[in-house]
Structures are given as C-alpha cells and as structure tokens.
DNA sequence: ATTTTGACGACGT
DNA sequence: GACGTCGCCAAAA
C-alpha cells in the first residue's frame, strides 16, 4: 500500500542523517534530492512525518532563516525548541544562534549515495 | 472538480 | 534591506 512517495521517503531518509546538535533547512534538503523549488512539499512531508512509523528528527529541519517555523506543530509550544536546546543549540525568539555553525548542509556533506542505496529496496 | 492554504525560498520592487 | 509576488506541488475545504 506504498504510494511510492518518493520524493516524501528521501525527505525522511535524509532528515534522519542529520547529526546530533545539527540542523539543516527545508530547501537544503529539497534542494540535495533535486527540487529546489519544492521546499514547501519537503515541509509538508514533516507534517505527515508523524505519520512514519520511524521518528523523524523534525525539530533539526527549521527554514533558511534559521526560524523554527514548525514548532506550531509539535505537542506543547516549545517542544521543538527545547529539543534543540538539549542538542546544545542555542534558540532566541524561535531562531537558532549560530546557525552557520551548526548548519548541515546534506549536499555537502553527504553524496547521493546514501539514499540511492536505500532507494533500491 | 475548483479554490485555498501551507513546517519555504528565490527573485523583483 | 523590508515588503510583495511568484513558483512548487500536495492535501484539505
């Protein structure tokens, strides 16, 4: 009963890869599976992310601005935030400080291997 | 089926 | 650099 969500997985599968006290940004991740323009379809894929009987690491996947945007969406108000925190990033006014240093930028710092790999199962 | 909205981002003004 | 518009595409109304 795969819909084949493709392009959804690779969004899971990468936000998975995102390391301990690192984020990286919706476009980033659109941007590494090859649609750079489709940020907003690669936030909508964190909202059925609950929907994934694996745990997706959402509250490391903010906006380019360094925003948490979704924190709307967890349980509570701060959840997201608080998970940060506890990672060592340092949140103000739902923006991440130092963003440039903890930012993980997957097209960087993986290759497409990763997901090719897993892909063909 | 059509319209609106949305966890975004790039570009134009 | 703040603000507006468009593009992207899927789901909800």
Redo the contacts with the bound molecule.
Sequence with gaps: MK?S?N??DKVYQVARLIPYGRVT????I??YLG????????????????NQELE?P??R?????G?L??????NGTNL?QQLLESEGIVVVENQIQDLEKIFWNPIEELTQTIIDKNNQS
């Design positions: 819909k969500n392009f959804f940004s919706y476009g980033a659109a941007t649609a750079a323009r489709s940020a907003r379809m690669v936030g909508w894929a964190m909202n059925n992310s609950s997706v959402a509250h996947v903010v906006n380019k601005k925003l945007t979704g924190k709307h969406h967890f997201m």
